[in-house]
């Protein structure tokens, strides 16, 4: 980002807003701008130095506005080079019922999966319900890393009934569920429920999302329905809060 982008932006030190915070503001808009011109693969931001002097700020003052947009995903920083906006996020879109890998490929990330585990379990009574499963009755509980571009975004917990999808444990689970469901156990996806909530990472979360413990975090609850109106998935998704962006078309009445 070159600094004639910056230069007629300029913090105004007679508003009662902390001075980082407007640097923060100058600088996600004009990563916006950015990032809206693909010509460039790599944007490297003015050093703290240009920055400091161009905002009349202190240097402690101009690191706290670059940990925060770091701790949004928006910029990194590589040691002896400088720091640089972040390009690409991954997106949601919120509206449409696919396969996570998919879904991947269409925003022209590369998929790829790390199976953690995959357990046979009695569900919790939450669970049970939402899957419609009489008592006593178990699940596939599969625990699943998921990457685009070799970068961890996603862990997400699958619980799905063995009476259903009695050989799971046999399949080869590097393969997208989405064609599992519809090739093998004949099962077509039609709809369902979602339920989105923020909170903070666990250490686990953290280690396997290489993110730091207590950094923001998505977690999304599905319930998937088949075409006769069934549940057959409950799933809990867990996404990064500073590579993750939800989309959502919106129309009017």
């Given amino acids: 980002m070159s600094e004639n982008r910056l ?20 600088l996600r808009e004009s990563i916006g701008d950015v990032n809206a011109d693909t010509s460039q693969e790599e944007i490297l931001l003015p050093s703290e130095t240009e920055l400091c002097e161009m905002f009349s700020v202190n240097r402690g003052t101009l690191r706290h506005a670059l940990d925060l947009l770091e701790h949004e995903g928006l910029i990194y920083r590589e040691k002896g080079r400088g720091t640089f906006v972040r390009r690409r996020r991954v997106e949601l879109d919120l509206t449409y019922l696919c396969s996570t890998t998919e879904d991947l490929k269409n925003r022209g990330w590369e998929p790829s999966t790390e199976d953690l585990s995959i357990t046979k379990v009695l569900p919790r009574v939450h669970i049970q319900k939402s899957l419609k499963m009489a008592d006593g009755e178990r699940v596939w509980e599969l625990y699943r890393l998921r990457l685009a571009n070799g970068e961890p975004i996603s862990l997400q917990r699958t619980f799905l009934p063995v009476s259903i999808m009695p050989d799971l444990i046999k399949a080869d689970l590097s393969a997208p569920l989405w064609n599992m469901w519809i090739n093998v156990y004949h099962i077509q996806p039609k709809e369902a429920d979602q339920t989105i909530r923020t909170r903070r990472a666990t250490g686990e979360e953290a280690e396997l999302l290489q993110i730091e413990e207590g950094a923001p975090i998505f977690e999304i609850t599905r319930v998937t329905y088949d075409i006769n109106k069934h549940p057959f998935e409950y799933l809990i998704s867990i996404w990064r809060g500073d590579r993750y962006d939800f989309y959502v078309r919106l129309t009017a009445r």
Wanted: hydrophobic share 30%.
């Fill in 7 to 26: 230069n007629d932006r300029r913090i105004n030190k007679d508003l009662p807003v902390p001075y980082y915070y407007q640097i923060v503001q100058i």
